[in-house]
């Protein structure tokens, strides 16, 4: 049902903009949650958005320089990664949570209900 696009290869210092979308109605009544996968590494949570966009977290890898937004009108919710490092490179995932809310346990995989297909994400010169 979740669509994650927008991966590639990028240098480092550079920009990226994830988009996660779908043809249902999961995006709009659900809390979305960001996550990435680096070889060998556990699946990290980086960000969560509620159905509002009032409430938003973020990890402290990526506080400052990652910004979720949501446009439910397009069903879409973004990931912008602005000043990337190559510890960033990772595949990348979004995934609905069964409420509307996000909390302080949002990085938890266990929260989310859905899951979306990754899109690679390289950074490297």
């Known amino acids: 049902q979740l669509q994650a696009s927008g991966g590639g290869l990028v240098q480092p210092g550079g920009s990226l903009r994830l988009s996660c979308a779908t043809s249902?109605?999961?995006?709009?009544?659900?809390?979305i949650g960001w996550f990435r996968q680096a070889p060998g590494k556990e699946r990290e949570g980086i960000s969560c958005?509620?159905?509002?966009?009032?409430?938003?977290y973020y990890a402290d890898s990526v506080k400052g320089r990652f910004t979720v937004s949501r446009d439910n009108a397009k069903k879409t919710v973004y990931l912008q990664m602005n000043s990337l490092k190559p510890e960033d490179t990772a595949v990348y995932y979004c995934?609905?949570?069964?409420?509307?809310?996000?909390?302080?346990?949002?990085?938890?995989?266990?929260?989310?209900?859905?899951w979306g297909q990754g899109t690679q994400v390289t950074v490297s010169s």
């Open positions: 995934a609905a949570d069964g409420g509307s809310f996000c909390y302080s346990d949002y990085a938890s995989v266990d929260r989310y209900d859905y």
């Open positions: 249902g109605n999961t995006l709009v009544v659900y809390a």
């Open positions: 958005l509620s159905v509002s966009g009032g409430s938003t």
